[in-house]
């Protein structure tokens, strides 16, 4: 079974700043796909960015972007010009192709975001 | 805009009692989920249904089950509330194609007394 893990429970950041939050994962699949999700306090779940594994290019979404390095099964997403509004947990998650189209999500436990004006 | 709707924001039922949780999205999609978030476990899947009527067990249906009648609604039934199921309930959806995202309702957070 796949597994997914971020090793930082909480992490803290200066506005204007960057930081990079850490995710590895274990999976004997070659294909799959990696989110990141934001939950904001009190607030719904969304997505942040998406990689498909079969893709080496790097996927970016305006301030956010990963680092997808698929033989070390490490997906870190990197917050560039941090805001207060990017306050939150982060969860990175697995989702495996095998099941043509119904695949659960594999969660780790999150990641608590700070930041600091 | 895409929506989930999750019938209570918050709920307190006293221990025995049955307790539904309703769930209702409007973008059509096939599959549904129902999670469980506890600090520190992160998301953990409870069931999962693909199609009307069909179900699938998560990593930790015990004490529950669901009921998918029609396709934009998926229900959670706790059939004798105890106090460790106190927790905040996620409902989610997606569409039935590979690598699609889930979507997620606010969140119901129960408490059993």
């Known amino acids: 079974a796949q597994t997914v893990t971020q090793s930082q429970p909480e992490m803290s950041v200066q506005e204007a700043e960057t930081v990079t939050l850490s995710c590895t994962y274990d999976t004997s699949e070659s294909d799959y796909y990696l989110f990141w999700y934001k939950q904001p306090p009190s607030r719904q779940m969304i997505l942040v960015i998406r990689?498909?594994?079969?893709?080496?290019q790097n996927a970016t979404e305006n301030r956010f972007s990963v680092n997808f390095q698929k033989a070390a099964k490490s997906f870190s997403l990197k917050i560039s010009d941090s805001q207060l509004g990017d306050a939150a947990m982060y969860f990175c998650?697995?989702?495996?192709?095998?099941?043509?189209?119904?695949?659960?999500?594999?969660f780790g436990k999150g990641t608590k975001l700070t930041v600091n004006p | 805009d895409v929506k989930v709707t999750q019938s209570s924001r918050y709920l307190v039922k006293r221990t025995g009692e049955k307790v539904f949780l309703e769930c209702v999205q409007d973008?059509?999609?096939?599959?549904m989920f129902w999670y469980r978030q506890d600090p520190g476990l992160g998301l953990r899947l409870i069931y999962f249904?693909?199609?009307?009527?069909?179900?699938e067990k998560g990593d930790i249906p015990e004490g529950y089950s669901v009921s998918r009648e029609k396709k934009e609604r998926f229900s959670l039934i706790l059939e004798s509330a105890s106090t460790n199921q106190t927790s905040m309930y996620l409902c989610a959806s997606s569409l039935f194609v590979p690598g699609s995202s889930q979507h997620f309702g606010d969140g119901t957070r129960l408490s059993i007394l």
């Open positions: 998650a697995y989702r495996s192709v095998t099941q043509g189209g119904s695949e659960k999500l594999v």
């Open positions: 249904s693909y199609d009307v009527k069909m179900k």
């Open positions: 973008m059509d999609h096939e599959n």
């Open positions: 990689q498909e594994a079969y893709k080496q």
